[in-house]
């Protein structure tokens, strides 16, 4: 195998043969200690959440990553490939000048039986954002999630001063022996945090008030998107052998998970809060 | 028990069904364990091989079942390199397959060896010129690319993912996969093609010898295309299989045929090749070594029939029912099609080790029968024991087919973006166009 060791020559086949086994073997070792190197270095800078959901959104299934475009018909069908975050999306601006008239004006607050208010902003994480000021924004659960959730049993808010980023923990919510990771709507950085009778409140100060919330769900666009996630409500029901369940027409009933105890909650509210 | 190490939305059998389920292939296994350390303990002596027939039942099945593994590398270098997406959905599965078969015959050929502990003499001093000393290292550091591969699907453990620094090894390795892929590729086809040559470079046995390219025989690149062939099949028999025990839809039914595509694909190939290469061997090497290639099939357990069986039956019967779109789109016939094509290469590596031993080679031999012993079947069952626990485990709590979730929907959901009036009016003038053109 090497030059000292018995019955080795210094012949071509033995260097080809040889040749290529290190060279295998070689480039193997270095691709594992680059993805350790990479490892390393992604938890040293925090990008650990970052990745995180990178890697749930890969796992969505695709009628979860439609894109808001769909939704109000800009396009046929598009599903998205960049993470829900249109401001970086290349496709967002030349499809928002498509978007027609009616879909500029202002819906209602009530939409399908959830209380949506149009001075807010919503996350497809069913978090929502008002703004407070310029660059000031509370940022809260939006009334589909809430009903879905109820009273948390267990909340674990950001320590005043952590950095919030789009897509990554805001808080951590324990309810039916599900853990489930809430998803920041906005960058920027907690200046305040509220929890009173199962609602709570993040209160953030944004980096860049201009672009903050371009990726955010508003007025017209929420009901379609709400249709959309009653019927994936549905499906995650109906897998779960639950039955026929949220006939057309009927709303979503304040702790509604009351309702069907028996129903695999953990997969429910994680396939509906976007987390694998 | 265990549902905090189950993937969340997933549907898995209780913890009780589970252990049930692994009863039997536990008990195979320490049976297959006890046979193993009869024969690393007490010698091979307990197998029926002896200095004639030294390559028996374990050498056939290594030969087997790495080539129905080949679909880890060749679904690998279908979706890693030539960017062939759909096969997202198995590639897992391919690689799990993959681990157990090459784990599974190097495991099986510590035991054939007889030495294990001097397993590393044939790193050590390696016999460059020898193709077992190819196919030795080859094997080895591609278990060691096919172990890696596997990390990152033990690392999609939902416990697993809690921990950070898992989670993004995990990512960067998944990053990594095509340099993998592309290593994983190079190997086996030199590994698998190997195999081959062993068998045609044995001068002394012209039932198997070949006519030479350039430093390999026929026979090497024969080996290479048949496991393409073979491994896809077998992926798409074994994600047939998972369906059907665990009653679920695992995979879209457009993946089933686009295996059973490229495996046509590759059988058709194959074949033609096998045909030509078996007209040459009857009409000239046979012959130059000075034996009419029909006194090889004169015996009735070896005679033609298997020829025909190998080449036609499960070789060209199997080829045009999968490169068929009409037979592919009828999902009895894909799969019987997929199982005839691994049988064609089953019986071929059959042909290989088995016939060409038994076969006399001097006017003076005798034509030579064997049959395993126990101990050698029950070390075989040990592999198939270890496989499907393997599987079993990587299955329940790890994502072995990433559609599964979407696909336990047994709603097809039909999204209706566009307003009423709106696709009336579509409706309307797509119809006036078409009277138009009319």
Not at chain 1, 231 to 248: H, M, P, S, W, Y
Not at chain 2, 176 to 202: D, E, R, W, Y
Not at chain 2, 252 to 272: D, Q, R, T
Request: net charge positive; glycine share 6%.
């Amino acid at each position: 195998m090497f030059p000292w060791v018995y019955e080795f020559h210094w012949s071509f086949g033995h260097l080809i043969f040889l040749g290529l086994f290190f060279s295998v073997l070689v480039t193997v070792v270095v691709t594992v200690i680059q993805a350790m190197q990479k490892t390393r270095k992604a938890t040293l800078l925090n990008n650990v959440e970052k990745i995180r959901w990178h890697e749930d959104f890969e796992d969505l299934p695709l009628e979860a990553r439609i894109c808001r475009h769909e939704l109000t018909g800009e396009v046929k069908h598009r599903t998205c490939d960049n993470g829900f975050d249109c401001r970086t999306c290349r496709m967002h601006p030349q499809l928002q000048l498509k978007r027609k008239a009616e879909f500029l004006q202002n819906g209602d607050a009530n939409v399908f039986g959830f209380f949506m208010p149009n001075d807010r902003m919503y996350h497809r994480g069913h978090t929502y954002v008002k703004q407070e000021s310029e660059r000031t924004f509370t940022i809260g659960m939006d009334d589909f999630g809430q009903r879905l959730i109820g009273n948390a049993e267990n909340i674990e808010l950001p320590e005043i001063g952590t950095r919030l980023k789009v897509n990554e923990t805001a808080c951590t919510i324990k309810k039916l022996g599900a853990t489930l990771r809430i998803l920041s709507p906005i960058d920027g950085e907690v200046i305040d945090r509220f929890y009173e009778n199962g609602d709570w409140k993040i209160i953030v100060r944004s980096d860049n008030s201009s672009l903050a919330t371009n990726h955010l769900l508003r007025d017209a666009e929420i009901r379609p998107w709400i249709m959309r996630e009653m019927e994936r409500l549905q499906i995650a029901f109906a897998t779960n052998k639950v039955g026929a369940t949220l006939a057309d027409g009927g709303e979503l009933v304040p702790d509604f998970h009351k309702h069907f105890p028996k129903a695999d909650w953990d997969g429910i509210l994680g396939h509906m809060f976007l987390e694998a | 028990m265990d549902k905090k190490l189950i993937p969340r939305g997933l549907q898995r059998t209780s913890f009780g069904n589970f252990l049930l389920w692994l009863f039997p292939w536990v008990a195979l296994l320490s049976v297959g364990l006890y046979a193993i350390y009869l024969c690393l303990a007490e010698g091979l002596n307990h197998t029926n091989m002896d200095n004639r027939f030294a390559f028996g039942l374990w050498i056939y099945l290594d030969l087997t079942i790495i080539a129905l593994g080949a679909g880890a590398f060749f679904t690998g270098f279908l979706l890693y390199i030539l960017r062939r997406h759909e096969l997202k959905s198995v590639i897992n599965s391919a690689v799990v397959l993959g681990l157990i078969c090459y784990s599974g015959a190097v495991g099986i050929l510590m035991v054939d060896v007889g030495q294990p502990l001097r397993a590393w003499f044939t790193f050590w001093h390696p016999n460059v010129h020898s193709m077992l000393t190819e196919v030795t290292f080859c094997l080895t550091c591609y278990l060691i690319v096919l172990l890696i591969e596997y990390v990152p699907i033990v690392l999609k453990n939902r416990k697993l993912r809690q921990i950070p620094k898992f989670l993004v090894f995990e990512f960067q390795l998944h990053k990594l996969m095509p340099v993998f892929a592309g290593i994983g590729t190079f190997l086996s086809f030199f590994h698998q093609g190997s195999l081959g040559g062993l068998f045609g470079v044995l001068r002394g046995r012209p039932f198997a010898f070949r006519e030479a390219f350039g430093i390999w025989p026929s026979t090497f690149f024969l080996f290479v295309l048949s496991a393409a062939a073979a491994g896809l099949s077998f992926v798409m028999l074994t994600t047939w299989l998972v369906q059907k025990i665990t009653k679920k839809q695992l995979v879209k039914p457009e993946v089933f045929k686009f295996l059973g595509k490229i495996s046509g694909i590759m059988l058709s190939v194959y074949i033609l090749l096998k045909a030509i290469d078996t007209l040459v061997w009857i009409n000239a090497t046979s012959l130059s070594a000075g034996f009419p290639a029909f006194e090889f099939y004169a015996r009735k357990s070896f005679g033609t029939w298997i020829l025909f069986t190998e080449i036609v039956v499960l070789g060209m019967i199997p080829a045009l029912l999968l490169t068929s779109r009409r037979m592919r789109e009828r999902p009895k016939i894909l799969l019987l099609a997929g199982l005839m094509a691994c049988g064609g290469i089953m019986l071929n590596r059959f042909v290989m080790t088995i016939q060409t031993l038994a076969l006399p080679t001097l006017p003076f031999d005798a034509f030579l029968s064997y049959s395993p012993s126990w101990e050698e079947i029950a070390a075989f069952l040990f592999v198939v024991a270890y496989g499907v626990i393997l599987y079993s485990l990587t299955y329940r709590y790890s994502v072995i087919f990433p559609q599964e979730r979407e696909l336990q929907s047994p709603v097809p959901v039909q999204y209706e973006t566009q307003p009423f009036s709106e696709r009336v009016a579509e409706k309307f003038f797509s119809a006036l166009t078409f009277f138009k053109a009319k």
